[in-house]
């Protein structure tokens, strides 16, 4: 049966203004699971309203009392966990171990940054005139945008919203169009934990309601995940306005296997790199650089693993890939599944659509790619892995580092000084030894360099710095107007 699910606005549930709403479809049944509001600027501007009016009660709240908000958060979904985790797998397809490891992000994350409501340092230096003190504190920035994307649909709005509200921000968030009911049942989790009215506010609906955050005169900040072309949409408008804006976008990672790396690890890291969560992480791996000396071995490895794994309805124990998002994300993955073919890449499993019903398309592979192929560069978001062959670590790095993002890259090997010298030359934001290139930890930096971001990154210490506003404070308890020897400071 279907849900229908409202926007939080002032602490209220109501539908869109207009009365439009739009259906969240089961990927895997493609069963309508929710209708949801269909926001407009109206909409956006009640929420954004709300928060302004929440703002100056929360700020001055105590950040040790946000803190404990915080943690109440983290317990609640603790209790929560199965069940969000449920209609997550319902409502956007990753398999239920998937959707329960999202939650835990989230829990992890809320735990975290609760600790920040008691830590937030600030720091103090020596000042050039005696009787003098000088500090720099973190401000809250004022209103907060968050706009997020349906493949982490708790997770990676909890990196935003967390830092946001313990460090006395108020927010709106206009979650994917993919997921409206995952976001209100996670909204419900803050409103139960006793955040006050106004301080977060939920927007369903489509690219206008987030354009129209996006351009809000009274958001001081927007974070944005999601793609390239629209992030980079965002940035433009955002700027042009003067706001502050933090940026995630695409990805097109890589594992790199050296001739001395233990071949059975690699292979289970690529498989799960490449086709956990249907590869639409934004870290999964698309593109294999292996050495030529273990490429065909490693191959074979990993067609027999691609065979083997369990597409299905995700919310079944023993699935393993879950199915693409939605109608489009299934064609986009025909699309270049046909380009990778033209351009002589050859897949040697998979290339097709997998059952009848739903979204679902086979774990494939191309074994003969080149790094100048479409497919070897443009970000898919789905279940497809690249090969390259390569003869040295140099090349290896070459490669790695020649496309358009920099999000995520993976060395395997069992030679320290390769080990160590990948380390300082792959220029991703997040570099693995040893490891697939998921599975981030939420105390430290998240995030890409070139096309991937715009130079912020989320999680750890640093998510704070999207958030916050440097405040300098001078104390001047001579009791005389001190000035400095060479008066010519501003
Ligand atoms: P995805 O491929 O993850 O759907 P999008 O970049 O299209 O990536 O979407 C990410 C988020 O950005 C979603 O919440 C979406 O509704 C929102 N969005 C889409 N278009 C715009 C826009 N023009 N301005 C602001 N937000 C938008």
């Given at each position: 049966?279907?849900?229908?699910?409202?926007?939080?606005?002032?602490?209220n549930?109501?539908?869109?203004?207009?009365?439009?709403?739009?259906?969240?479809?089961?990927p895997?049944?493609?069963?309508?699971?929710?209708?949801?509001?269909?926001?407009?600027?109206?909409?956006?501007?009640?929420?954004v309203?709300?928060?302004?009016?929440?703002?100056?009660?929360?700020?001055?709240?105590?950040?040790?009392?946000?803190?404990?908000?915080?943690?109440?958060?983290a317990?609640?979904?603790?209790?929560?966990?199965e069940e969000?985790s449920?209609?997550?797998?319902?409502?956007?397809?990753?398999?239920?171990?998937?959707?329960?490891?999202?939650?835990?992000?989230?829990?992890?994350?809320?735990?975290?940054?609760?600790?920040?409501?008691?830590?937030?340092?600030?720091?103090?230096?020596?000042?050039?005139l005696?009787?003098?003190?000088?500090?720099?504190l973190r401000?809250?920035?004022?209103?907060?945008?968050?706009?997020?994307?349906?493949?982490?649909?708790?997770?990676?709005?909890s990196?935003?919203?967390?830092?946001?509200?313990?460090?006395?921000?108020?927010?709106?968030?206009?979650?994917?169009?993919?997921?409206?009911?995952?976001?209100?049942?996670?909204?419900?989790?803050?409103?139960?934990?006793?955040?006050?009215?106004?301080?977060?506010?939920?927007v369903?609906g489509?690219?206008?309601?987030?354009?129209?955050?996006?351009?809000?005169?009274?958001?001081?900040?927007?974070?944005?995940?999601?793609?390239?072309e629209?992030?980079?949409?965002?940035?433009?408008?955002?700027?042009?306005?003067?706001?502050?804006v933090?940026?995630?976008?695409g990805?097109?990672?890589?594992?790199?296997?050296?001739?001395?790396?233990?071949?059975?690890?690699?292979?289970?890291?690529?498989?799960?790199?490449?086709?956990?969560?249907?590869?639409?992480?934004?870290?999964?791996?698309?593109?294999?650089?292996?050495?030529?000396?273990?490429?065909?071995?490693?191959?074979?490895?990993l067609?027999?693993?691609?065979?083997?794994?369990?597409?299905?309805?995700g919310?079944?124990?023993?699935?393993?890939?879950?199915?693409?998002?939605?109608?489009?994300?299934?064609?986009?993955v025909?699309?270049?599944?046909?380009?990778?073919?033209?351009?002589?890449?050859?897949?040697?499993?998979?290339?097709?659509?997998?059952l009848?019903?739903?979204?679902?398309?086979?774990?494939?592979?191309?074994?003969?790619?080149?790094?100048?192929?479409?497919?070897?560069?443009?970000?898919?978001?789905?279940?497809?892995?690249?090969?390259?062959?390569?003869?040295?670590?140099?090349?290896?790095?070459?490669?790695?580092?020649?496309?358009?993002?920099?999000?995520?890259?993976?060395?395997?090997?069992?030679?320290?000084n390769?080990?160590?010298?990948?380390?300082?030359?792959?220029?991703?934001?997040?570099?693995?030894?040893?490891?697939?290139?998921?599975?981030?930890?939420i105390?430290?930096?998240?995030?890409?360099?070139?096309?991937?971001?715009?130079?912020?990154?989320?999680?750890?210490?640093?998510?704070?710095?999207?958030?916050?506003?440097?405040?300098?404070?001078?104390v001047?308890?001579?009791?005389?107007?001190?000035?400095?020897?060479?008066?010519?400071?501003?």
């Amino acid at each position: 049966m279907s849900r229908e699910t409202h926007n939080f606005i002032g602490g209220n549930w109501q539908a869109a203004t207009s009365g439009h709403v739009f259906d969240s479809v089961n990927p895997a049944t493609e069963e309508v699971l929710a209708t949801a509001p269909d926001s407009d600027a109206s909409d956006v501007n009640a929420a954004v309203q709300a928060a302004k009016a929440a703002y100056q009660e929360w700020r001055l709240t105590p950040a040790p009392r946000r803190g404990e908000v915080l943690y109440r958060v983290a317990q609640i979904l603790e209790q929560k966990k199965e069940e969000l985790s449920r209609v997550m797998t319902q409502e956007m397809g990753k398999v239920i171990v998937e959707a329960r490891g999202d939650v835990q992000e989230a829990i992890d994350m809320a735990y975290y940054m609760g600790g920040e409501g008691r830590r937030m340092l600030g720091y103090t230096a020596p000042v050039e005139l005696p009787n003098k003190f000088g500090m720099a504190l973190r401000e809250s920035a004022g209103v907060v945008a968050l706009i997020t994307p349906w493949n982490f649909p708790v997770a990676v709005p909890s990196w935003k919203m967390l830092p946001a509200l313990v460090a006395g921000n108020t927010v709106v968030w206009k979650p994917s169009e993919e997921t409206p009911l995952t976001a209100a049942e996670f909204v419900k989790v803050f409103a139960e934990a006793g955040l006050p009215p106004g301080v977060l506010n939920l927007v369903t609906g489509a690219g206008a309601a987030g354009a129209a955050l996006a351009q809000h005169p009274d958001v001081r900040v927007i974070s944005f995940t999601g793609s390239t072309e629209t992030g980079l949409k965002v940035y433009t408008t955002a700027a042009a306005l003067g706001k502050k804006v933090a940026l995630e976008m695409g990805g097109k990672n890589a594992i790199i296997v050296m001739d001395d790396a233990n071949l059975e690890l690699a292979a289970q890291a690529i498989t799960w790199s490449a086709y956990g969560t249907t590869g639409q992480r934004c870290t999964a791996t698309s593109r294999l650089i292996v050495h030529k000396a273990v490429k065909a071995q490693l191959v074979d490895m990993l067609v027999e693993k691609a065979k083997s794994l369990k597409v299905g309805y995700g919310i079944e124990n023993d699935v393993q890939v879950g199915p693409l998002v939605n109608q489009k994300a299934l064609e986009k993955v025909e699309r270049y599944v046909a380009i990778g073919r033209d351009e002589g890449a050859n897949a040697v499993v998979g290339g097709g659509r997998a059952l009848d019903k739903g979204f679902f398309y086979q774990p494939t592979l191309f074994a003969d790619a080149t790094p100048d192929m479409r497919v070897a560069r443009e970000e898919i978001f789905g279940p497809v892995l690249s090969v390259l062959t390569i003869n040295s670590l140099e090349e290896a790095v070459a490669v790695n580092n020649g496309v358009a993002y920099g999000l995520s890259s993976s060395i395997f090997t069992e030679n320290v000084n390769a080990a160590f010298r990948a380390i300082r030359d792959l220029t991703t934001g997040i570099v693995y030894i040893n490891h697939g290139t998921t599975g981030a930890e939420i105390q430290f930096p998240f995030g890409g360099t070139r096309g991937t971001g715009n130079g912020m990154r989320e999680a750890g210490q640093t998510a704070l710095d999207s958030f916050t506003e440097w405040k300098s404070v001078y104390v001047d308890y001579s009791g005389t107007l001190q000035r400095a020897q060479i008066d010519n400071r501003e």
